[in-house]
Nanobody, 121 residues
Framework: VQLQASGGGLVQAGDSLRLSCAAS????????MGWFRQAPGKERDFVAS????????NYADSVKGRFTISRDNARNTVYLQMNSLKPEDTAVYYC???????????????WGPGTLVTVSS
């Protein structure tokens, strides 16, 4: 499955942004989906994941209560709604597809190019 994230940009602290991840090649209904991010000079970290049927979601503590992951299997798209953004949320955000829903980067086999989110203070 090929993935393409979009929706990044420059926003101010407290603003909201919604990222989209459009899939092609295969239906995402066969995959658990996740979002990861990599801040400048840091390793890539888990942000959120969602099961194939969207029954289960999981979030990093740093975004819990502010970010919401969702999916529309009919549109072959996954979303990340980000509210109350903070400067520390600045990063390149990547979407990924995997067989099982986990928080581990290694469990996601398909990755798309990232989209940059910059939050100014």
């Amino acid at each position: 499955v090929q993935l393409q994230a979009s929706g990044g940009g420059l926003v101010q602290a407290g603003d909201s942004l919604r990222l989209s991840c459009a899939a092609s090649g295969r239906t995402i209904s066969n995959y658990a989906m996740g979002w990861f991010r990599q801040a400048p000079g840091k390793e890539r970290d888990f942000v959120a994941s969602i099961s194939r049927s969207a029954i289960r979601t999981n979030y990093a503590d740093s975004v819990k209560g502010r970010f919401t992951i969702s999916r529309d299997n009919a549109r072959n798209t996954v979303y990340l709604q980000m509210n109350s953004l903070k400067p520390e949320d600045t990063a390149v955000y990547y979407c990924a597809a995997g067989v099982i829903q986990t928080t581990r980067e290694a469990d996601f086999s398909s990755w798309g190019p990232g989209t940059l989110v910059t939050v100014s203070s």
